[in-house]
């Protein structure tokens, strides 16, 4: 029989784990597969390593990794992924927001119309603050926009691939990683599967407003080049605006006189070139810093501890 391996990221998990692998045990049953969890601790700071050492010990098919540090749930991706070998792969939140009876449609879905990737997309985000909706549902259109490749909306890292693809995304060499992003870049015959949200089983989300903003920020840069673009065209606005003012101020000047006014026109026009100088440095710096990153070649992240046979 085949093997599916489910990667499972947990940062500060304590409260869920035990309920997420009786779920999904008893949610997917039916599915016609071995099952092998590889759970990820990444620099959890309550009990979540306890209680996945706790959880290995007592099922043979699960096995843990363990980071030095919090290194994000990015690297957790990535290193279960390359650590374990299976026929197919999929990635689940701890919180059973994804919901694990889709595995099995998905399985058979892959089966029946030969899909490499069989992935889940949220179309209602009931439950879900509403500032978050709004701010994710124009993360997508802008990216979608922006990039050439394309990310559907709502789309979750929870899907079914086969060992070709996780081999694929394994070997993409960068440090600054946007996982949705590359799972759409390598290409692939997909579909998604649409599913309402689910709220948190327990526990509070680790994802912090902040961090969500940075996090489109850093997806639409690995993506796109286009907020480059955008800074070279309003340099360029900018300087033949200064030419019409320089223009109509020296023909004013010529025909009416030079009295002493402007002054206020003299600071708006300082502070607006002054701002979009400043807009277009800081895009062009944070291109910059994920060069620098990429260029140290520093490891995704480091193992401190593993079970994975």
Same mark, same amino acid.
């Given at each position: 029989m085949k093997t599916l391996a489910i990667i499972v990221p947990c940062f500060n998990e304590a409260?869920?784990?035990?309920?997420?692998?009786?779920?999904? &045990? $008893?949610?997917?049953?039916?599915?016609?597969? !071995?099952?092998?969890?590889?759970l990820v601790n990444d620099g959890s700071s309550d009990d979540t390593l306890a209680i996945i050492k706790s959880l290995s010990e007592t099922f043979p098919n699960i096995f843990y990794l363990s980071f030095s540090r919090n290194f994000g749930k990015e690297a957790? %991706?990535?290193?279960?992924?390359?650590?374990?070998?299976?026929?197919?792969?999929? !990635?689940?939140?701890?919180?059973?927001?994804?919901?694990?009876?889709?595995?099995?449609?998905?399985?058979?879905?892959?089966?029946?119309?030969?899909?490499?990737?069989?992935?889940? @997309? @949220?179309?209602?985000?009931?439950?879900?603050?509403?500032v978050r909706s709004m701010l994710s549902r124009a993360f997508y259109w802008l990216i979608n926009r922006l990039s050439h490749t394309d990310i559907p909306s709502g789309v979750r890292d929870f899907r079914l691939m086969t060992?070709?693809?996780?081999?694929?995304?394994?070997?993409?060499?960068?440090? &600054?990683?946007?996982?949705?992003?590359?799972?759409?870049? %390598?290409?692939?015959?997909?579909?998604?599967?649409?599913?309402? &949200? !689910?709220? +948190?089983?327990?526990?509070?989300?680790?994802?912090r407003f902040w961090q969500l903003i940075g996090y489109a920020i850093d997806g639409i840069i690995n993506f796109s080049d286009a907020p480059l673009n955008f800074a070279t065209l309003t340099g360029f606005v900018s300087f033949i605006i200064s030419l019409i003012l320089a223009c109509f101020y020296t023909a004013k000047t010529l025909i009416f006189g030079d009295p002493v006014q402007g002054f206020p026109t003299l600071i708006i026009l300082l502070l607006l070139i002054g701002?979009? $100088?400043?807009?277009?440095?800081?895009?062009?710096?944070?291109? %910059?810093?994920?060069?620098?990153?990429?260029?140290? +070649? +520093?490891?995704?992240?480091?193992?401190?501890?593993?079970?994975?046979?």
């Open positions: 409260a869920v784990l035990d309920t997420f692998i009786k779920t999904v &045990n $008893q949610k997917t049953e039916q599915l016609a597969l !071995i099952k092998k969890f590889v957790a %991706i990535l290193a279960g992924l390359a650590a374990c070998d299976a026929d197919f792969f999929t !990635i689940m939140d701890a919180d059973l927001q994804d919901p694990p009876e889709l595995l099995v449609e998905m399985y058979a879905t892959m089966l029946a119309d030969q899909y490499d990737v069989v992935g889940c @997309r @949220r179309v209602s985000r009931k439950g879900e603050p509403v060992k070709q693809v996780v081999k694929e995304v394994i070997t993409l060499p960068e440090y &600054n990683r946007f996982s949705k992003g590359l799972f759409a870049w %390598i290409g692939f015959k997909t579909t998604y599967l649409p599913y309402d &949200n !689910i709220q +948190r089983q327990a526990g509070k989300s680790s994802w701002g979009v $100088q400043l807009f277009s440095l800081g895009i062009i710096g944070k291109y %910059i810093g994920k060069i620098f990153m990429e260029t140290k +070649r +520093r490891p995704v992240y480091i193992i401190k501890e593993k079970k994975l046979d």
